[in-house]
């Protein structure tokens, strides 16, 4: 289980560098949401 469970409110740029940071750490970080206002980011 996850220490940290992460949430996206805007998924843009500086949120994808975050996400690379996540990833790194699978042992500390879960994400479980993502919104934003533009559909096309997903």
Sequence with gaps: ???FQVAGIGVGG???AHLQG????P???SLVAVCDIN???F
């Design 1 to 3: 289980m996850s220490l």
């Design 14 to 16: 500086i949120f994808r």
């Design 22 to 25: 996540y990833k790194t750490l």
């Design 27 to 29: 042992e500390l970080f």
């Design 39 to 41: 559909e096309d980011m």
